[in-house]
Each structure stands twice: as structure tokens, then as C-alpha cells.
């Protein structure tokens, strides 16, 4: 069941926003009001042999540090692209998102989920893989 209320999916869409200029200005404090403070983080390491690839997990203060010791495509004004390809609020406490966004030469399919806690949305977790970008 999907809920229709659209101060919810515009609520949700405001932590998406910040979403991505947290990412593209690489700000970390940004990163830190929008994610649960134990929020985790998924990728599947790519530099693993076919059948062989793990499961990367990232709490936040691990992710923040990588933030933090890299560079921000704004600081370099690459270019931004970014999008929600669509917002589920299955319950009234709980959402999941599903964005793309470039950085750099990667393009990212990242699946968010949302709870809704004292009264605003928080990311708690984050699932990505990406696309190499042709030059």
C-alpha cells in the first residue's frame, strides 16, 4: 500500500534535496542531520573476482570520514546531475527512495530507507552501486 500525502512525499523530497547537495558540496554536517546516527551503509566491493564479491558495510562516522578525506564535485564545479526515480511511503513511519546522481565518472543507483521519527524523516539505511561514465 502506498500512502498519497503530500506533505510527506514533500517532506521526504526536502531530505532528498539535501541529499544531494550534501553529496555534491561534500558536507559532512549536512550528512550527519539528514542520516540516523546508526544508520548503515551497503555496496558490493567491485574488485572481487565474479562469484566471489562482498558485501561492503559503512556506519556513519566511517562514511563521514570518507566525506570529509575526498573531494567534493562542487569544489571542482563538475557537473551535477541528479534525480528521484520514485518515493514509496508504505506506512506512515516508513519510506523508501530510490535516486540516481553522478560523481564524477561514477553514476549511482543508490536505494534509500526512511523512518520517521520525533516528527521528521531520517535516512537509515543506504544501498549503492554505480556505473562508470564513459569520458
Known sequence: MRMSNGAEM??????????FRALYEGDTALFAAIFHPDARLYTVAKDQPAGAETVTVIDLPAYLEIVANRQAPAAVSAPRLERILSIDVPTPVTAHVRVQ?????RFFTDELTLVKANGSWKIVSKVWDFELLAD
Open 101 to 105: 546522481e553522478r560523481f564524477f565518472t
Open 10 to 19: 514533500e517532506a521526504i523530497a526536502g531530505v532528498m534535496a539535501d541529499y
